[in-house]
T-cell receptor, first 115, second 117 residues
Framework: DQQVKQNSPSLSVQEGRISILNCDYT??????FLWYKKYPAEGPTFLIS?????DKNEDGRFTVFLNKSAKHLSLHIVPSQPGDSAVYFC??????????????FGAGTQVVVTP | NAGVTQTPKFRILKIGQSMTLQCAQD?????MYWYRQDPGMGLKLIYY???????DKGEVPNGYNVSRSTTEDFPLRLELAAPSQTSVYFC????????????????FGSGTQLSVL
């Protein structure tokens, strides 16, 4: 029973344009959300996070938006660069020490940035 | 910096065989985790450890065992391999930070691709 869903398995975007990745969750008790990025033959690496008390968090070219009423979050990458070609995982958790590191992951979205 | 090291990178097992996936970290992290990723699915937590001598089950522990005799090492044991265990296995580590713990500081290894035939 997947509690975090990424319904788009792939996304192709031109270099310089905006990439928008979407993620939905079913458990309204989640209060912390993360995006991880994964290159082939490597482990996931942390990209950006947001707690449920916020609706937006920015870090350079990456912005995450959270809509709690819709149980939806999105990751915007502006502008997209060829090095952004990777699989992006959405993850959710609870901000408690008992839940430390226990993340619920989505299935991932493969992003391809074309020249 | 080595970070989290997993061995082997690839392995093919026959049904019923056993093996141990190795994981070591050199960051002195107290927390360590094993996740698996099946094709088209998200990562799922198998087991985790909050320190040497302490382990606990995650979401999908059946068919696996772990031990944590040192801070650095967290091996995952498959006793009777089954086709359902074909997956990519990721080990991760982290350190609990206060006063505002967040879950972002997970460091992953590069994974072990396991096929059970």
């Amino acid at each position: 029973d997947q509690q975090v869903k990424q319904n788009s398995p792939s996304l192709s975007v031109q270099e310089g344009r905006i990439s928008i990745l979407n993620c939905d969750y079913t458990n309204s008790m989640f209060d912390y959300f993360l995006w991880y990025k994964k290159y082939p033959a490597e482990g996931p690496t942390f990209l950006i996070s947001i707690s449920s008390i916020k609706d937006k968090n920015e870090d350079g070219r990456f912005t995450v938006f959270l809509n709690k009423s819709a149980k939806h979050l999105s990751l915007h990458i502006v502008p997209s660069q060829p090095g952004d070609s990777a699989v992006y995982f959405c993850a959710a958790s609870f901000m408690t020490t008992d839940s430390w590191g226990k993340l619920q992951f989505g299935a991932g979205t493969q992003v391809v940035v074309t020249p | 910096n080595a970070g989290v090291t997993q061995t082997p990178k690839f392995r093919i097992l026959k049904i019923g065989q056993s093996m141990t996936l190795q994981c070591a970290q050199d960051m002195n992290h107290n927390y360590m985790y094993w996740y698996r990723q099946d094709p088209g699915m998200g990562l799922k937590l198998i087991y985790y450890s909050v320190g040497a001598g302490i382990t606990d089950k995650g979401e999908v522990p059946n068919g696996y065992n772990v031990s944590r005799s040192t801070t650095e090492d967290f091996p995952l044991r498959l006793e009777l391999a089954a086709p359902s265990q074909t997956s990519v296995y990721f080990c991760a580590s982290s350190i609990l930070e206060f006063p505002h713990p967040t879950n972002e500081k997970l460091f992953f290894g590069s994974g072990t691709q396991l096929s059970v035939l």
